[in-house]
């Protein structure tokens, strides 16, 4: 009879051992998800090429000014000033290609302009 009540210490073994399960669950499938979107041919392609600021800024103008302002310091988009300590690289591509946060549409710059971009952001 007693061998088939779970013992205190038994039980808090499985609890620590299904809490660590979880946290290498997570880990292993944000990793999957980071790694895939660094094996994306784009991104590869982006992160490759130089990019050049002044042509980036002039991007920014045209297609991300009216929303996040004509210094990137928020309008209707919140303020991207020290954008690249917040985010990664990768983080930043996707955000401007994705579209997952309206109002904020989905962009479908070039490699290159994406590279231009980035560098323009990166240095406010
Ligand atoms: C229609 C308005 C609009 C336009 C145009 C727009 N954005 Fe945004 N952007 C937003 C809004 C709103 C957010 C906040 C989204 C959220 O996180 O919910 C945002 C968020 C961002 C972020 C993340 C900011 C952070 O602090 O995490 C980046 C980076 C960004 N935008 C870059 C760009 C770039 C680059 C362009 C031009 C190619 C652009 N945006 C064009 C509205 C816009």
Known sequence: MDNQIIQPSILAQRIVLIILLS???????ILGIYWQRISDPYVREVLSLPGN???GNAIFQINCAGCHGLQADKNVGPSLQDISKRKSKVEI?????????PPMPKFKPNSQEMADLLTYLEQL
Not at 93 to 101: A, E, K, L, M, R
């Open 23 to 29: 946290i290498l669950i997570v880990a292993i499938s």
């Open 53 to 55: 600021p002044t042509r």
């Open 93 to 101: 591509i996707y955000q401007v290609i994705s579209g997952q946060t």
